[in-house]
């Protein structure tokens, strides 16, 4: 199971953290994928961790935007900072093929 949470409004220049909470707990070597879907725009991947741990961040996301763990809790999270308006999108956590519920982010003055 994959549990979303995090999120909500904040403005340009701002930090959220989005969690990605999973049950029932991280093995070794998981795969993990966050995505993102602006309203009227498909689903575009934002970054993802693979098996052999290698982390890769879409341009935008690059400097900004970070995947990190918590395997005492189960939780995988994306750090993101500097937020901008075009940030704004409902944000998916893919856990080895799971996917959360989305949370929704906006950014705007």
């Known amino acids: 199971q ?3 949470s995090g999120g909500g409004s904040v403005q340009p220049g ?3 953290r989005l969690s990605c909470s999973v049950s029932p707990h991280i ?3 998981y795969a993990v994928a966050w995505y993102r879907q602006a309203p ?3 689903r575009e991947l934002v970054a993802d961790k693979r098996e052999d ?3 890769e961040y879409q341009n935008f996301a690059k400097g900004r935007f970070a995947i990190l763990a918590n ?3 189960n939780t995988i999270y994306l750090q993101m900072t500097s937020l901008r308006p075009e940030d704004t999108a409902n944000y ?3 856990f080895d093929g799971y996917w959360g519920q989305g949370t929704q982010v906006t950014v705007s003055a």
């Open 27 to 29: 093995l070794p070597n």
């Open 14 to 16: 701002g930090s959220l």
């Open 53 to 55: 741990g290698h982390i």
């Open 92 to 94: 998916y956590c893919n």
């Open 40 to 42: 009227g725009k498909q």
């Open 71 to 73: 395997d005492t809790v």
């Open 2 to 4: 994959v549990v979303q």
